[in-house]
Structures are given as structure tokens and as C-alpha cells.
Nanobody, 117 residues
Framework: QVQLVESGGGLVQPGGSLRLSCTAS????????MGWYRQAPGKQRELVAD???????NYADSVKGRFTISRDNAKNTVALQMNSLRSEDTAVYYC???????????WGRGTQVTVSS
């Protein structure tokens, strides 16, 4: 089992910044992908960004140039730096980790990000 705990959500004005963090604990295989997804009211959950244990990052088109994902393999953490936030970035953000071995995937409970003036 793997547990994911997110932190860093909150309320921010348009154009502002937030940093989300997630720490994974439990049985963690070294080869994995950690990422962030989000779900806005009435919409499906969507990928925001993910990063492999080798450091290869992938971003949704809507956040390219504004968000940066990073990870610390030694600490099993992943962070999402969000800049130039827009109202359409408002959503619950979920941390995710998936392992190619066994096709296992785990989710955090989510953290609310609200962008509003």
C-alpha cells in the first residue's frame, strides 16, 4: 500500500502563485511516475503534469509555461509550482503515483485550489 498526502492548496488571486507538495509513503518501487491531476466541478479529472523517476516531465497544454513539476526521489516527494494562475485553474488537485510493475496506481485525498479575486 502507498499513502499520498498533499499540502499547499488555498485561495489566490488571478495572476498569483501557489506551490503544491505531496509526500508518498509505504511500499514504493523505485521506478514510478508521480503527478498531479485536477477536477473542477462538473468536469472529469484531468492530468495537469507528471514526472518519471528519471526526471522526464509531461504537462497539459493548458499549463505549459505556467506550471513546473519537480520531484525528490530520496524523499518520495513531488511538487507543483503554479504561477500566473487563472480562474480556470480552480479545482481540487490530486497527487498520483503509478507503478509500471503491476499497473498499480494510488491517489491522494486532494487539495482545493481556488483562483478568484
Amino acid at each position: 500500500q502507498v499513502q499520498l498526502v498533499e499540502s499547499g492548496g488555498g485561495l489566490v488571486q488571478p495572476g498569483g502563485s501557489l506551490r503544491l507538495s505531496c509526500t508518498a509513503s509505504g511500499r514504493i518501487f523505485s521506478i514510478n511516475v508521480m503527478g498531479w491531476y485536477r477536477q473542477a466541478p462538473g468536469k472529469q479529472r484531468e492530468l495537469v503534469a507528471d514526472i518519471t523517476s528519471g526526471g522526464i516531465a509531461n504537462y497539459a497544454d493548458s499549463v505549459k509555461g505556467r506550471f513546473t513539476i519537480s520531484r525528490d526521489n530520496a524523499k518520495n516527494t513531488v511538487a507543483l509550482q503554479m504561477n500566473s494562475l487563472r480562474s480556470e485553474d480552480t479545482a481540487v488537485y490530486y497527487c498520483n503515483i503509478r507503478f509500471p510493475v503491476g499497473s498499480l496506481t494510488y491517489w491522494g485525498r486532494g487539495t482545493q485550489v481556488t483562483v478568484s479575486s
